[in-house]
């Protein structure tokens, strides 16, 4: 296939969308960096123009890589991507964790973005390269492990709220697939057990919702009894899963449901970011005017909280705004999916959409107290150097299987 027709049958939607939101980001990094001199070396918008042509690069070389070579090494990849995630543990810590690779640039390099790419494309080729039964809970543990293994080197690191979003695209890719939804609400039951035990009333609301779950899917009796009992049972153990927290974990919790309990603590960040948001109104105060933007009130700004500067200088329509152009993205990246001509292709473009839409669902929820604060860039707005990169060549390679080869 040429390259023109490549191009002309490519959703180009898919490049223009990404384009258009770090041209946004770029404007309120801008607005941010006002107060910071002229001194180019720490000006966030300079250093993320500069970023934004490698990623730029990275878009083209993963647009233009064959499908089949993409196919035919990622198990390698993926190996040398668990070799290389385990890189910053032989360094010293950075900020306190063992996320970046130091080398000797302005900016680290953060090696689990990219494993987000690397592990999405070996699950699919795992799952579209067998004719799997499905139906059977068995067929769920190994593509489980492609998954859980580099899910713990992160959270090691510590790195949690990556570690989640490395989980975010298994239980879409293997509802893709066929397996069966009793199967993988068995995933997330264990989750629901633990965290609704920490409210008696929620608790008793979950075990009647097991029992009918359990009830119209009719597992082998003894089966069925195990597993609702294990839950149960998870559920009491709530007060050791509770202990196993870090300290600033367990804040960050107690903190969700009531900041004020330590305003200038770990609930500080959640009360100055809606602080934020709602004084800027429906049109915000101005580019340039957001009051706890730029006399430093609202932290992590340029990243975490990018999204409480736009709502405080650009007002809540334009978040309306930024959201439906997000969601317009994330679906027709999965319309690509249904449309593809091969179970490959399709599972790597649903894979790619579940991480986007947790990055944007987490790091909007955050910044509005809905969720405990984590530490997640919003897709090609937030300054970040390793994310971007990775998050345009996650449109490269979705745009470079997007295209019909039937012809």
């Not at 939607?13 to 070396?41: E, K």
Request: proline share 5%; hydrophobic share 55%.
């Amino acid at each position: 296939m040429t390259l023109s027709r490549k191009i002309s049958e490519t959703p180009q939607t898919l490049l223009f969308i990404p384009l258009f939101l770090s041209a946004l980001g770029l404007w309120t990094l801008y607005s941010i960096s006002l107060d910071q001199g002229t001194a180019l070396a720490q000006n966030l918008f300079f250093k993320q123009s500069v970023i934004l042509i490698p990623a730029l690069v990275g878009f083209g070389l993963a647009f233009l890589v064959s499908r089949n070579l993409i196919h035919k090494y990622i198990y390698v990849f993926y190996c040398l991507t668990l070799a290389v995630l385990a890189v910053p543990f032989l360094g010293e810590k950075i900020a306190g964790t063992h996320r970046w690779i130091d080398l000797g640039l302005p900016i680290g390099v953060q090696p689990s973005e990219f494993a987000k790419i690397i592990i999405v494309i070996a699950l699919a080729r795992y799952l579209s390269d067998r004719n799997l039964q499905m139906q059977y809970f068995g067929s769920l543990i190994f593509p489980t492990i492609i998954v859980l293994v580099p899910t713990l080197i992160v959270l090691n690191q510590p790195d949690l709220g990556t570690a989640i979003i490395l989980m975010t695209p298994l239980i879409p890719m293997l509802f893709w697939v066929g397996a069966r939804p009793f199967h993988l609400f068995l995933f997330i039951a264990p989750i629901l057990s633990i965290l609704t035990a920490f409210h008696l009333v929620s608790f008793f609301i979950w075990a009647g919702v097991m029992a009918v779950i359990f009830y119209f899917s009719r597992p082998r009796l003894l089966y069925g009894i195990g597993l609702y009992f294990g839950n149960l049972f998870l559920g009491l153990l709530t007060p050791v899963a509770w202990n196993l927290l870090r300290p600033f974990q367990q804040k960050r919790i107690l903190t969700l449901l009531d900041p004020d309990l330590d305003p200038l603590g770990a609930g500080y960040q959640i009360i100055q970011s809606k602080m934020a948001i709602g004084s800027g109104g429906f049109f915000g105060k101005g580019w340039g005017q957001g009051t706890q933007t730029h006399l430093k009130f609202l932290p992590v700004q340029e990243s975490d909280f990018i999204v409480s500067v736009m709502g405080e200088e650009l007002g809540f329509i334009a978040i309306v705004i930024m959201l439906s152009v997000f969601t317009y993205f994330i679906f027709r990246m999965s319309r690509s999916a249904f449309e593809s001509n091969d179970r490959f292709s399709g599972l790597v473009l649903i894979g790619f959409a579940s991480i986007f839409l947790a990055h944007v669902f987490v790091n909007c929820a955050m910044t509005v107290g809905l969720i405990p604060v984590k530490g997640l860039p919003l897709p090609f707005i937030s300054y970040g150097g390793s994310f971007l990169m990775a998050a345009f060549m996650m449109v490269g390679v979705s745009m470079n299987l997007s295209v019909n080869r039937t012809g």
